[in-house]
């Protein structure tokens, strides 16, 4: 799986083997071990190009989650193996933070309590730590993460809210709407990076973190469409204004579905509990 997976990234087995250390010719043999194995075609080779065929496609995509799911497992074995294990929580720094407050109070009480590690994560992150094994559970929010393929409770529905600079014209508003946020609004919305790390399209400023994102704001170079409770904790400088036909966000704490860690259930129950 790890050789075919080299060589559907790379498209070119010299390079492949380079990225294996390893030579060409077992590389080749490997690859053609595993179409007569499968009974397939993967790989379309002429003297000039190497192109996946459907079935390599297909293949690329479940050998891609076949390996996260052994390297996930080597790493929550490793971990559970240690003197004194613990739950890895992931989280999105600067989202549902008294939420996130409050669920560790009330589990640090329970009689089988273990060591919570929280990790604070750039937006979107979480959900990767979560499904590669670096984290045992996670909060993640709809609609901005995705939670196929995982176990999930719903903790908290909220209406979001658009943060302005404090001195803005449209500051005082009872209530904005997204037409109005997006195209009347004299600020752009920012652009968050995607999974590969690119940036889309689009007028609004580049931001990596909530951080750097109030500061544009405060500035006068930004506004942005966030959950209620993220809008609660912010500065003098700062406004928001409800935008009630804005999508609500509801914050899950999901897990892998597999996950038979009794530490992860006591978790999950304290947070549906609260």
């Known amino acids: 799986m790890r050789y075919f997976v080299a060589v559907a990234e790379e498209l070119h087995f010299g390079r ?45 995509r479940e050998a891609r989650a076949a390996l996260d799911a052994v390297d996930a497992a080597e790493r929550r074995t490793r971990r559970a193996a240690a003197q004194h ?42 959900e990767g730590l979560l499904r590669d094994g670096r984290a045992d559970v996670a909060l993640l929010q ?3 993460d995705t939670t196929a ?4 409770e719903a903790l908290h529905t909220e209406p979001q809210v658009v943060i302005l600079p404090a001195g803005h014209p449209m500051a005082d508003r009872p209530h904005l709407s997204m037409t109005e946020v997006t195209t009347l609004l ?31 704001i405060a500035l006068g170079r930004a506004c942005a469409l966030v959950p209620e409770s993220v809008g609660a904790h912010l500065r003098d400088d700062h406004a928001t204004v409800p935008v009630p036909d804005a999508p609500a966000v509801t914050t899950v704490i999901a897990w892998p579905p597999h996950s038979r860690s009794k530490a992860v259930a006591d978790l999950v129950r304290t947070a549906t509990r609260l």
């Open 16 to 60: 492949a083997a380079q990225r294996l250390a390893m030579a060409q010719p077992p590389l080749s043999r490997a690859i053609q071990q595993l179409e007569r194995r499968l009974g397939v075609v993967l790989l379309h080779r002429t003297a000039r190009a190497v192109t996946l065929t459907e079935a390599g496609s297909v293949l690329l």
């Open 85 to 126: 294990p613990g739950v890895v929580l992931a989280t999105k720094a600067g989202a549902a933070g008294e939420l996130l407050s409050n669920l560790l109070a009330a589990y640090a009480t329970e009689p089988d309590a273990v060591p919570v590690e929280v990790v604070l994560c750039g937006p979107g992150e979480q």
């Open 142 to 144: 709809h609609p901005f």
């Open 149 to 152: 393929g995982l176990d999930t």
């Open 186 to 216: 004299d600020l752009p919305l920012p652009r968050w990076p995607r999974r590969d790390g690119s940036y889309p399209d689009g007028p609004g400023p580049q931001v990596r973190d909530h951080t750097q994102l109030f500061q544009l």
